[in-house]
Nanobody, 124 residues
Framework: QVQLVESGGGLVQAGGSLRLSCAAS????????MGWFRQTPGKEREFVLA????????YYAPSVKGRFSISRDNAKNMVVLQMNSLKPEDTAVYYC?????????????????WGQGTQVVVSS
């Protein structure tokens, strides 16, 4: 079955960087758009960014553009979220998600598979 496993979360000071990884298995990875979402207690899951199956198209939420980037390695079935210039408001549980599509979905309900999440805490 499809499995997505995130790693790389942790505690970082404001202005610092973190790199999250998502390892995928059980799917033809290059056929899937991959997205990153985040969620804080009491709030809905929020889109962060996504990348197409080929890696040629990306889509960013305005709040992270210029600070976060997404990349993928289809040979390794891996997608990476590089987070720079982190702010306390970036604190959340970060989830990777997959959908078999040519596009770059940005809506939670469009994704079929989800990882378990990894916690990111940015201290001020």
């Amino acid at each position: 079955q499809v499995q997505l496993v995130e790693s790389g979360g942790g505690l970082v000071q404001a202005g610092g960087s973190l790199r999250l990884s998502c390892a995928a298995s059980g799917l033809t990875f290059s056929n899937y758009a991959m997205g990153w979402f985040r969620q804080t207690p009491g709030k809905e899951r929020e889109f962060v960014l996504a990348i197409s199956g080929s890696g040629q198209v990306t889509y960013y939420a305005p709040s992270v553009k210029g600070r976060f980037s997404i990349s993928r390695d289809n040979a390794k079935n891996m997608v990476v979220l590089q987070m720079n210039s982190l702010k306390p408001e970036d604190t959340a549980v970060y989830y990777c998600a997959a959908r078999q599509t040519f596009g770059v979905p940005s809506v939670t309900r469009e994704y079929d598979y989800w990882g378990q999440g990894t916690q990111v805490v940015v201290s001020s």
